[in-house]
Each structure stands twice: as structure tokens, then as C-alpha cells.
């Protein structure tokens, strides 16, 4: 079974600073996808970017940006430029890949993020 | 495009009730997953239909079921409430390896 854990409960930044959250996870798959997904109070869940494990090179989309450490098993989410939207929790979550379709996802207890104005 | 879409979007039961709470996936997708999301936590993965039959089931006792129907549309059914089935439950559609788009959920409480 995978675990996935996300150590800071609550994080708050200024507007327009750089914030990382961090990710850990546990798994003895070989094969498989990392998420981060953004829930704010509305809380329609969205996702903010995503990681396939046989890729190397970090993902990146617009101000989020991932730090994919396969060895350490670790995955952080760095916001660049945060905006007072981005105010949400966010979630990482794994995915194990398995042959002709999508399991289903273990998530983390979430980060509270707070953008201060 | 008609995103993922869950029906109702409040419901009050009482112990002992059985509730269905229904979900249409996006348009293209073929896949649906249910999770429940307790107050301040993360989302619980309960099962996964594709093709009307479950695929991948969590760690949820039979109490908890499911049915997917030729549409895709896909509804959870929870018998024998209890106190604790209270929380959000979220409805995912998606198509092979493609990420899940989530529904805005149905909150249940249960009295």
C-alpha cells in the first residue's frame, strides 16, 4: 500500500512571495504518477500539475513548478509569484500505473495555504 | 464542455438510512471513481468503475456499493448509516491514464 505525507499543515506567505510544499511518499512501484491538486473553499477539487515517475525532468506549469526527487521520494510543489488566489489546500497525491486505465488515488492530509495580502 | 457533475449537492439523513448519490462524468471519459473526504483530511478512495463493473475497490466495508451505468453516469449507494459517513463525497471521472476531474461533491450528514 502507498502513503503519501504531507508534514505542514498550515503555511502562510505574502503576495507575490515564493512558497514550497512539501510532499513524501512510500511506495515499492516502479510505475507511477504524482499529483498535486488545489481545493479551495468552494471546494471543487482542481489539479495543479502532475508527474509522471519515468520522467526526469521536473514539471512545470506556469507559477507551479515540482521538485521530483525519485530516490528520497519526494515531491514539493514550489508557487512562484502567489497571488491572493491561490489562498486553498492543496493535496499530493499518488497514482500507481496499472495497464489500460487509472487507479485510484492516495492523498495526503493536505496543506492549508494563506496568501496574505 | 459540461464538466463532472454530482447530484445532490446536500443531503441530511439519519443512522440507519440508505442514501444514492448520483455522478456524470465529463464528456470523453469513460472512468468514474468515488472518494470521501472527512472533515480536514484528505480524500479516501472507496471504488472505481469502468465499463459497469468495479475495477478497483479501497478499504470500505460493503456497505458501501456502486453501479455504473451504459451512459458512464455512475451512483454510490451507502446502506446502514452511521455517524461517521458524514464528510464530502467526491465523484472523479477520467479516461485511461489521464488525471481525474473531480466533481464538487455532495455533502451528506448524517444525524
Request: hydrophobic share 30%; with cysteine; glycine share 8%.
Amino acid at each position: 500500500a502507498q502513503t503519501v505525507t504531507q508534514s505542514q499543515p498550515e503555511m502562510s506567505v505574502q503576495e507575490a512571495e515564493t512558497v514550497t510544499l512539501s510532499c513524501t511518499y512510500d511506495t515499492s512501484e516502479n510505475n507511477y504518477y504524482l499529483f498535486w491538486y488545489k481545493q479551495p473553499p468552494s471546494r471543487q477539487m482542481i489539479l495543479v500539475i502532475r508527474q509522471e515517475a519515468y520522467k526526469q525532468q521536473n514539471a512545470t506549469e506556469n507559477r507551479f513548478s515540482v521538485n521530483f526527487q525519485k530516490a528520497a521520494k519526494s515531491f514539493s510543489l514550489k508557487i512562484s509569484d502567489s497571488q491572493l488566489g491561490d489562498t486553498a489546500m492543496y493535496f499530493c497525491a499518488f497514482m500507481k500505473g496499472i495497464v489500460g486505465g487509472a487507479d485510484g488515488l492516495t492523498f495526503g492530509k493536505g496543506t492549508h495555504l494563506i496568501i496574505q495580502p | 464542455d459540461a464538466g463532472v457533475t454530482q447530484s445532490p449537492t446536500h443531503l441530511i439523513k439519519t443512522r440507519g438510512q440508505q442514501v444514492t448519490l448520483r455522478c456524470s462524468p465529463k464528456s470523453g471519459h469513460d472512468t468514474v471513481s468515488w472518494y470521501q473526504q472527512a472533515l480536514g483530511q484528505g480524500p479516501q478512495f472507496i471504488f472505481q468503475y469502468y465499463e459497469e463493473e468495479e475495477r478497483q475497490r479501497g478499504n470500505f466495508p460493503d456497505r458501501f456499493s456502486g453501479h455504473q451505468f451504459p451512459n458512464y453516469s455512475s451512483e454510490l449507494n451507502v446502506n446502514a448509516l452511521l455517524l461517521g459517513d458524514s464528510a464530502l463525497y467526491l465523484c472523479a471521472s477520467s479516461r485511461n491514464y489521464n488525471e481525474q476531474f473531480f466533481g464538487p461533491g455532495t455533502r451528506l450528514t448524517v444525524l
